[in-house]
């Protein structure tokens, strides 16, 4: 089956229908879910807010002041910025655009509907990376679909992080360091800039910097003169983003960046360090299921193709894919279980998928092909619904944020408290309000750690709703193994208790 010049118009329709998908999964809110959005909020809105004030050099200052992800600051600058534009069109009753955001318990869709445009934009890359590699059209469609089928490329894009972002950087660079052509110096110093913008948005993806330089200087350069003038030039390209930042936070804004580096990179740490040779395989069990299943078998009949035909002309992206792979996956075992520098969590573990996926896609294409309309119809529908059944839960997850908002607007004034054990921490917005009162929210928020849970409190059960700890993907990002199966045990659910009117006297 040939698809020729429909090719480009399928990716847009995949990339629109995999859009669209996201617009479902926004809808019922939950931004602010991971403490690690509020970044957005001190830092893009503030500066988009200095903007609209014609307050520019706070606005410069807050864009190129080093901070975690220092990046992502002037990525979600995009988003900041529309968001304050319709803001200013329509403001909601009794706001200014600060205390809007000081809450977080308003309506921040409008940000989320541009966040989710990058992991969309992925599904584009993987189509160009696949062609790149020297895959035909109907190869990277099914490297593309199999990537927009993806959980994990799925379930962060209404989140105010900077991973979708960063990847789609990553991707890139991926795209220009596998060229047709011998590259030039110039090309290298691209490579550079690319990959540290990657880092720069991200400093998870640090193993798929890494792995990129790797691949681009050693697997790819045909001698060691080659090898030293495309890491000297990635040097320089990462040089020239790298060094203006570093001069400007340091001696104009007075920041010791190298100080603050340090303490970030020791804050990586939730989870556990041995788990690292183990844990892409389980999250992407876990968040993947039937999917996951495809990706296996893909790579395994790639691996073994490649094993009977290692000189294969065919078979060079596949030696090239499962390099990405096996070179990825080996720096994330060392920084974590071998060298305890930082945990593996779920979102840098899903790197892997892009690679997984057109290793699948090389396998599959011809045996599509060789069976016509019928068989693709039957691969499509089936990855489809086993993409759907890991779709829908995160669609219809409910979260804590709109779930207090919900008992506020019908109950009045609350306490929050929690039936996790200390040491548990909240993180998030909300505390004791009015402890003495009659209404309790149970475990509305973000825990860590997950620790064994104390009974309920006398009282009548008004509400029950599932945590979002529940959720399989949630468990990989900061949980033990040992959190994980306390939540899977016992379940973690949030509960509104009417405690009687005896609480209120």
Known sequence: MKLNMRAPQLLLILMLVAYLLRLLLIVNGGQFYFPDESRYQ???VNAAHSLFEADFRSAIDTVLAYDKHHGFTAVGLVPAIVHRAIFYLSPPPGFSWTTYWIGRDNDYRVSALIFAIPSVLSIGMIYLLARRAGAGETEALIAAFLLAASNTFFIFSKHFLPLDSSLLIGLAALWLATPGRQPSIKHSIAVGIATFLCVWVYFGHITLVLMIATIFCAYLAPNLRAAAIRAFGMAIGAL?????????????LDIDIVSEAIMFSETVAQGGYFEGSVFPILYLGNAEAGVA?????????AAGMLARQPRSPDLQRVKLWLACLIVLYLLMVLFSAGLQIFVVYGRIARTLVPFLVMLSAFVFAPWLTNRGKKAFAVFVGLISILALANFLPAIRQEYYIEIANRARQEYGQLSYESTLNDPASTFGVYGKENPLGRYTLLNAGYFYPITEMTDLPDGEVLMKVAHP?????????GMTAEMRDIVNRDGLYIWLIDKGPSAEE
């Open 42 to 44: 001190r830092r893009s």
């Open 240 to 252: 020239l983003i790298a060094m203006p930042l570093f001069l400007y936070s340091s001696f104009v």
């Open 293 to 301: 299943l495809f990706w296996m078998i893909g790579g395994i009949v």
């Open 469 to 477: 700890f529940n959720h399989r993907p949630w468990q990989y990002e």
